[in-house]
């Protein structure tokens, strides 16, 4: 299980065949170096786009497009480490993907709401209430309760939680300040202990 949280699955054989591309420029070396760098990262691709998209089909397709895309432009990759690299051109696909969802886009983001000139005033104490939601609940609850937040929330709690990636990191990928990953990764967590607190309260 990668990083504190559950993952959303493992990538499928057949999304791991097409996601690993054959170079149509017949460069050999080039697919070579580049399934080395790239393919170790495959599952974790592969786990955003499921928590992006919330289908596995759809998750598959933006693996192959991501991975298409980067053997593309491999030859003048210099950085940032593979995996924030390839997290970056996944999400560029999954917003094509949401554009072309006509009938159901993703909420907006309110960028007035993130207050990324002011870090939350929040510190993860040495048994957290997510701790415990590891503990308590199972999977499909975790899942089930992550895949209902909005999608930049959803998006920055799993890169951080699940992927382990650094705040510069994820500011990277998403193309925001430091200070927005932030919070909204304080609001996130915020959202997902409510909804957690809400349904133990829940009758059984």
């Avoid at 951080?160 to 998403?174: F, G, K, P, T």
Wanted: proline content about 7%.
């Amino acid at each position: 299980m990668p990083g504190r949280w559950i993952d959303a699955g493992r990538a499928s054989a057949k999304a791991g065949q097409r996601a690993m591309p054959v170079n149509p420029a017949g460069d050999p070396e080039k697919t070579r170096r580049f399934r080395e760098a790239a393919l170790p990262h495959l599952d974790a691709v592969y786990t955003l786009a499921r928590y992006l998209l919330r289908d596995p089909s759809d998750a598959e397709d933006a693996v192959q497009e991501c991975y298409l895309r980067a053997l593309k432009h491999f030859d003048g990759y210099r950085g940032p480490a593979m995996k924030p690299w390839l997290f970056a051109i996944l999400r560029n696909v999954c917003r094509a993907e949401f554009a072309r969802r006509a009938s159901s886009p993703t909420e907006p983001i309110d960028e007035a709401n993130d207050k990324a000139e002011q870090p939350p005033l929040w510190s993860e104490a040495q048994e957290t209430v997510e701790a415990q939601m590891m503990q308590r609940s199972d999977a499909s609850t975790i899942r089930r309760l992550l895949s209902a937040l909005a999608e930049p929330f959803r998006e920055t709690l799993v890169l951080r939680e699940i992927q382990n990636l650094s705040y510069r990191e994820i500011a990277d990928v998403a193309e925001v300040p430091v200070g927005t990953v932030m919070s909204r990764l304080a609001r996130a967590r915020a959202m997902l202990r409510s909804a957690w607190l809400a349904e133990q309260e829940q009758p059984k």
